[in-house]
Antibody
Framework: EVQLVESGGGLVQPGGSLRLSCAAS????????MDWVRQAPGKGLEWVGR??????????EYAASVKGRFTISRDDSKNSLYLQMNTLKTEDTAVYYC?????????????WGQGTLVTVSS | EIVLTQSPGTLSLSPGEGATLSCRAS???????LAWFQQKPGQAPRLLIY???IRATGIPDRFSGSGSGTDFTLTISRLEPEDFALYYC??????????FGQGTKLEIK
C-alpha cells in the first residue's frame, strides 16, 4: 500500500524557515518524481514544486511564487522527500501535501499524503 | 502558463441525478494530460481521472472523463451521497507550472 506521511509543519514567524519531510512507503520511491502541492485555508490547490528521479538528474522545478525561497530535495536511501522553506511570508500559510507522480507516459499526481499545516504569523 | 477555468462554481443536485462539470484551458493541453481530483473536507485530494478519460485505480465507473484540446468534462452518473465534494481539474503536461482549476463544489440540493 502506497503511503506518504508529511511532518514538520507548525507556526513560524514571517521571515523564518521551516523544513518539511515526507516519508514514503509501499512503492519504489527512487523511480518516481515527487511533488509538493499546497492549499491555503479555504482556498484551492497550488502546485509548489517537483524533484525528478536520479535518471533525470534530480532536476527540480518550482512555482514562481516560491522560486528562490524554497528548495526541494530527496534521499532515496531513506525514501524521504523534503521541502526547505526560507524567508517565509504570511501568504505561504497553507496545508502542504507531498504527492507521488505516476511513471510515464502520464505523470499524474496519483497519491497524496494527509498534509501538514504551516502557519506563518507574528 | 495554462489557466484552467472550471464551471459552474457550485452545482446543486440530488442523489441519483447526473452531474456534468466543465474545465476549460487557456491553451491546448498537450497529449490530453488533464486530470480530475475529488476533495472532501479535511481530506487530501484523490485522483479520479487522468489522461482526460482514464479512471484511476479503484474509481467507480460512474465517474467518466472526456474532452480534448481546451475543453474537458467530468461526468458523474447516478450521484451517490459520498460524491458531494469539491472537484478540481489539473494539467500535468510537459512544462510547469502544473496548474489547477479553481474548483467546482458539488452540493446536495
Amino acid at each position: 500500500e502506497v503511503q506518504l506521511v508529511e511532518s514538520g509543519g507548525g507556526l513560524v514567524q514571517p521571515g523564518g524557515s521551516l523544513r518539511l519531510s515526507c516519508a514514503a512507503s509501499g512503492f519504489t520511491f527512487s523511480d518516481h518524481y515527487m511533488d509538493w502541492v499546497r492549499q491555503a485555508p479555504g482556498k484551492g490547490l497550488e502546485w509548489v514544486g517537483r524533484i525528478k528521479n536520479k535518471a533525470n538528474s534530480y532536476t527540480t522545478e518550482y512555482a514562481a511564487s516560491v522560486k528562490g525561497r524554497f528548495t526541494i530535495s530527496r534521499d532515496d536511501s531513506k525514501n524521504s522527500l523534503y521541502l526547505q522553506m526560507n524567508t517565509l511570508k504570511t501568504e505561504d500559510t497553507a496545508v502542504y501535501y507531498c504527492t507521488r507522480i505516476k511513471l510515464v507516459p502520464h505523470r499524474a499526481f496519483d497519491y497524496w499524503g494527509q498534509g501538514t499545516l504551516v502557519t506563518v504569523s507574528s | 502558463e495554462i489557466v484552467l477555468t472550471q464551471s459552474p462554481g457550485t452545482l446543486s443536485l440530488s442523489p441519483g441525478e447526473g452531474a456534468t462539470l466543465s474545465c476549460r484551458a487557456s491553451q491546448s493541453v498537450s497529449s490530453n494530460f488533464l486530470a480530475w481530483f475529488q476533495q472532501k473536507p479535511g481530506q487530501a485530494p484523490r485522483l479520479l481521472i487522468y489522461g482526460a478519460s482514464i479512471r484511476a485505480t479503484g474509481i467507480p465507473d460512474r465517474f467518466s472523463g472526456s474532452g480534448s484540446g481546451t475543453d474537458f468534462t467530468l461526468t458523474i452518473s447516478r450521484l451517490e451521497p459520498e460524491d458531494f465534494a469539491l472537484y478540481y481539474c489539473q494539467h500535468y503536461g510537459s512544462s510547469p507550472p502544473y496548474t489547477f482549476g479553481q474548483g467546482t463544489k458539488l452540493e446536495i440540493k
